[in-house]
Every structure is written in C-alpha cells, then in structure tokens.
C-alpha cells in the first residue's frame, strides 16, 4: 500500500504594514517539514484571496526554495475567471511544483459544463497535474461527483481536495477515485482525517496543521505504520481542538490568530479580515493552554 501524506495548508506571514513576509512564511515551511508534513501554498489558510498575482508567484518561488525538495509542494492557483487562473498556473508550471490545486470559480456562478470547461482549459494549458479543490461554503460553486468523474478522465487532472465538510460528498468523490486509476482524493476537513484515510483518501490537507503539526503529522504516520489505536488517539486530539477552536469563530482566521499568540512573526492577516479581540484572545488562549501549547 502506497503510504498516505498530510499537506498543510501553509499560512502566509504579513508583516506590520500588511507586505508579506517571506523569512517568516519560510520559517513556518520549515516548521512542517521537521514535522513530517508536505505544504499548499496560497490556500485558503494562506489568504491567497487578499494576495495579487504578482505575490503569488513569488511567495510559490520562495516555498519551493525553501522546501529545496524535503517535501511535496502544491499551490493554489483558482481564481474567478479561467483566464487568470490559466496564467498564474502556467507561472506555477514554470517554477516547478508538484500540483496545482485549483479552487472552484467564487464570484461567477458557473454550471457544471462551465466548471468542466473551466478545469479542463487549466489542465490543458500545463504540464504540472491539476487538482481540483471544492469548497463550496467559500465559492457558491460545487463541483458534483459526477463532474469530477467526467474531469477524472482528463490525462493532467490528479485528484480533488475536498473541503465542503459533507462525509457524504466525500464518499462520492472516494468511489470516484476507486474507478478512475490515477484520480486522488484529499480530504480537506480536519475532524475527518483518519476516516478519510481508513476510506481510501490519497491523503489529507489541513489548516488547522499550522496549529499542530506534529498531531496531524501522527494521524498520517500512525496510519501508515498500521497503528490504528495511535492514529484514532490522535485524531480525537485534533478533532476536539478543532471544535474548540472553530466555534469562536470564521476557520481560517482563528487558525492565524491562534498561531500568532504563540508566534507574533506569522502577523495579522489582510484587512478587513477580523482584526484582534481581546476577549477572543483569552478564549483562543484557553484552549491553546487545554492542549499543551
């Protein structure tokens, strides 16, 4: 059995005026390949929204760099019109990565034959494989299993991460990868790691790993070395943080936030992201102190 492999979903450090900052961001690289974890940039948790093209290009080249082949890099590269996306994945092409996620169009409501075209132009235009990424709470756009079965079949198309939270949705896209060699499925939900491992998934990218890494890190390595107890232990671990933590508030802000009480270099996201809240603080301290941290 091929083992399975955690991604982070790598945040990006800012700096006090809102510029990235790139030695920060390349420290946190550094946090998750001693941790044993594989890195996604320009996710969700990394604010690729708030980031301009230019930024993007050069925060994927400033990863690469600092992996220097440790690990396996993705990076995001959807955006709302296929064009754009088209371009920045032919810029990641040239940098060299091992995939290109691409989040589903937000913004543009897209039918399922606009989001077959969408895709299938990306994967066309590069030689790195294309992974789908559905998040629909973020986007309003949801790629449907049998959309994903039809873009299975495309020679450049890899696999789908799937952050919709739905276990269901999940299943689908799994017996999606059953039947087409060569499709993967991520999971993207943090709660169901283990049981997307245990199902099949190729592996798992997570946002809350910035948080703990070395948890995530032995969900996965439990698994591969078939200890079952260890692996379901550490996912009750990461599960209950994640409740703790999610019901404060929006994910990917709290995920910053909690990381920044403990490392100031990450900075504050973009605005008009949440801007700190002291009683919010106290709480995500609390928690941070429950786990260990």
């Avoid at 245990?198 to 995530?216: E, F, K, Q, W, Y």
Wanted: glycine share 8%; charged share 20%.
């Amino acid at each position: 059995m091929t083992d399975k492999k955690a991604f982070v979903a790598l945040v990006t450090c800012f700096n006090d005026d809102e510029t990235i900052n790139y030695s920060a961001t390349r420290a946190q690289v550094r946090r998750q390949i001693e941790a044993g974890n594989h890195i996604l940039c320009a996710g969700t948790n990394g604010d690729f929204s708030a980031l301009t093209f230019d930024e993007k290009v050069r925060l994927c080249g400033e990863v690469v760099d600092e992996v220097a082949g440790r690990a396996e890099v993705i990076v995001n590269a959807g955006m709302p019109a296929t064009f754009e996306t088209t371009l920045l994945s032919r810029e990641f092409d040239r940098i060299g990565v091992d995939g290109i996620a691409v989040i589903t169009p937000f913004f543009i409501a897209c039918t399922q034959e606009g989001l077959i075209r969408h895709f299938t132009t990306v994967a066309d235009a590069v030689e790195t494989p294309i992974y789908l990424y559905d998040i629909p709470a973020r986007t309003q756009n949801h790629i449907e299993p049998d959309t994903a079965r039809t873009l299975a079949t495309h020679g450049n198309i890899a696999g789908i991460k799937d952050s919709g939270g739905a276990q269901e949705t999940l299943e689908a896209y799994l017996a999606v990868g059953r039947e087409v060699d060569g499709f993967d499925v991520y999971s993207g939900p943090d709660h169901l790691v283990n049981w997307a491992l245990t199902n099949g998934a190729r592996g798992c990218i997570s946002g809350l790993g910035n948080v703990l890494p070395d948890v995530l890190a032995r969900i996965v390595s439990c698994f591969n070395a078939g200890d079952a107890a260890g692996a379901a232990e550490a996912q009750t671990i990461y599960s209950n943080f994640r409740t703790d933590l999610y019901k404060l508030g929006f994910p990917p802000a709290l995920v910053k936030r909690a990381l920044y009480l403990r490392d100031p270099s990450v900075g504050l996201s973009r605005q008009p992201a949440l801007l700190p809240d002291a009683a919010q603080d106290a709480a995500i301290e609390e928690i941070l102190r429950k786990y260990g941290l």
